[in-house]
């Protein structure tokens, strides 16, 4: 059983409303950021996927958009389980709450606008040795049996997320190069996870 939240057709609409809401290019800065602080080496994966399947003269961020949208709704989806479950909690002990449970998200959608502070993010944060082990990995696959392999993970365990990808790398040039990008963060993210998992036991 995969480690990560599987995504929900909800928190896939939720977000691209959040995309449609605020624009790509704010969401792409923000989520970025919070990338910057919580995960370096995956943001730097999917910047090198983002500029490898950008033709010449092309800008490589509008590949950014479909890959921080990627991660934002593995974010947004452990958020609407926290709310659903924090939700339960007031509803058992009779607490009407602040309203914000029921939204599914604690804070408003969005987890770069958190009003009480720093925020842990709860997705596992890759390593430089996950990511070479990620590389040797594709090296001793090959990239096109790796890429099938980490689709049919996602496809199996995440098909939501899937979905979102391939309209995604449907509306865009490169479609092959993009849903690899998409394989290799969901497989560097799903390797950590399991990393993690071990060391704690």
């Given amino acids: 059983m995969s480690a990560l939240p599987r995504v929900v057709e909800a928190t896939r609409e939720r977000v691209s409303r959040e995309f449609d809401s605020l624009g790509p290019e704010v969401c792409v800065a923000q989520i970025s950021a919070e990338m910057t602080r919580n995960n370096p080496e995956l943001l730097d994966m999917a910047r090198r996927c983002a500029r490898d399947v950008t033709p010449a003269g092309g800008d490589p961020a509008r590949i950014m ?40 998200s604690r804070f ?30 594709i090296d001793d696959q090959g990239a096109e049996v790796f890429t099938v392999a980490a689709l049919e993970e996602i496809d199996f365990h995440n098909p939501q ?34 990393a993690d998992r071990e060391s704690m036991q």
């Fill in 65 to 104: 958009i479909g890959f921080v949208m990627f991660y934002r709704l593995l974010l947004a989806q452990w958020e609407a389980v926290q709310g659903a479950e924090a939700e339960g909690r007031a509803a058992r002990s009779g607490d009407d709450g602040d309203g914000t449970a029921g939204s599914g």
């Fill in 108 to 137: 408003g959608g969005a987890p770069w606008d958190a009003p009480d502070g720093p925020w842990l993010n709860p997705l596992p944060c890759v390593t430089p040795e996950v990511r070479e082990a990620l590389v040797q990995q």
């Fill in 161 to 194: 997320l899937l979905n979102m990808a391939h309209g995604f790398a449907m509306r865009h040039g490169d479609y092959i190069g993009i849903m690899q990008g998409f394989g290799l963060l969901y497989m560097a993210l799903s390797l950590q996870a399991d």
